[in-house]
C-alpha cells in the first residue's frame, strides 16, 4: 500500500449498522489482512453478550473495557479493526487507534442506519421505542466526533459494498 504512511492498520469507525463488520470482513479478505472486530473481543473477554454487560453493569463499566481492549488491538499490526459505534466518546482510543493506523469513517444517513437495525435487538442504545429518533439524536451528537476523528470519510448511502470498498482502497493506495 503506497499511502499507508507507516501506519499498518485500517481502522473502520462510524455509527451502529453502518456496515464497519460487514465492509471489514470483505476488505480484509481483498487485502490479505486479518480482521478484527472489537466488540466480539470485549464479547470473549467477558463470556456474556454487550447487551447483558449493559444490562447488569451499565455503559460507564462497558466504555472502560472497551478502551483496555482497544488499546490491546491498536498495538497489534496488519489488521482491518472495526471498532463500537461509540469508541469516538473517548479521546484515548482515537489517540491509541491513530498511532498505527488509519481511520475511515464509514459515514450514513440515519434512515441507512434505520433499515440496517430496525429488527435488531442486540444495541442496548437502540433499545428505545422510537429507534430512528434515538439514531437521529445519537448521531447529531456523534458526527462532529467521527468527523474530528477521521483521516477519510467514505459517504456509504447507496453504495454496494463494492464500491465502498474501492472507495477506502482508492484514498489508502494514493
Ligand atoms: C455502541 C455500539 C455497539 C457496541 C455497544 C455500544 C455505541 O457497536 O459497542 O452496543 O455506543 O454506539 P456497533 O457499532 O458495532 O453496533
Same mark, same amino acid.
Given at each position: 500500500?503506497?499511502?499507508?504512511?507507516?501506519?499498518?492498520?485500517i481502522v473502520?469507525? !462510524?455509527?451502529?449498522?453502518? !456496515?464497519?463488520?460487514?465492509?471489514?470482513?470483505?476488505?480484509?479478505?481483498?487485502?490479505?489482512?486479518?480482521?478484527?472486530?472489537?466488540?466480539e473481543e470485549i464479547e470473549k473477554s467477558i463470556g456474556i453478550s454487550i447487551s447483558d454487560?449493559?444490562?447488569?453493569? !451499565?455503559?460507564?463499566?462497558?466504555?472502560?473495557?472497551?478502551?483496555?481492549?482497544?488499546?490491546?488491538?491498536?498495538?497489534k499490526n496488519n489488521l482491518v479493526i472495526a471498532t463500537g459505534g461509540g469508541v469516538i466518546k473517548n479521546?484515548?482510543?482515537?489517540f491509541s487507534l491513530k498511532s498505527g493506523g488509519i481511520i475511515i469513517y464509514l459515514k450514513a444517513a440515519p434512515m441507512t442506519i434505520f433499515k440496517n437495525v430496525k429488527n435488531d435487538n442486540t444495541r442496548p442504545l437502540l433499545n428505545t421505542n422510537n429507534k430512528l429518533e434515538t439514531i437521529k439524536s445519537l448521531l447529531n451528537e456523534r458526527?462532529?466526533?467521527?468527523?474530528?476523528?477521521?483521516?477519510?470519510?467514505?459517504?456509504?448511502?447507496?453504495?454496494?459494498?463494492?464500491?465502498?470498498?474501492?472507495?477506502?482502497?482508492?484514498y489508502i493506495r494514493g
Open positions: 500500500m503506497r499511502n499507508m504512511k507507516n501506519k499498518s492498520n473502520l469507525i !462510524g455509527f451502529m449498522g453502518c !456496515g464497519k463488520s460487514t465492509i471489514g470482513k470483505e476488505l480484509a479478505k481483498k487485502i490479505k489482512y486479518s480482521f478484527i472486530d472489537s466488540d454487560f449493559f444490562a447488569k453493569y !451499565g455503559e460507564v463499566k462497558f466504555r472502560k473495557l472497551e478502551e483496555k481492549v482497544i488499546s490491546q488491538i491498536a498495538a479521546f484515548n482510543n482515537i458526527a462532529p466526533l467521527y468527523e474530528r476523528a477521521a483521516d477519510f470519510i467514505v459517504n456509504t448511502d447507496n453504495k454496494s459494498i463494492n464500491e465502498i470498498i474501492s472507495n477506502i482502497l482508492d
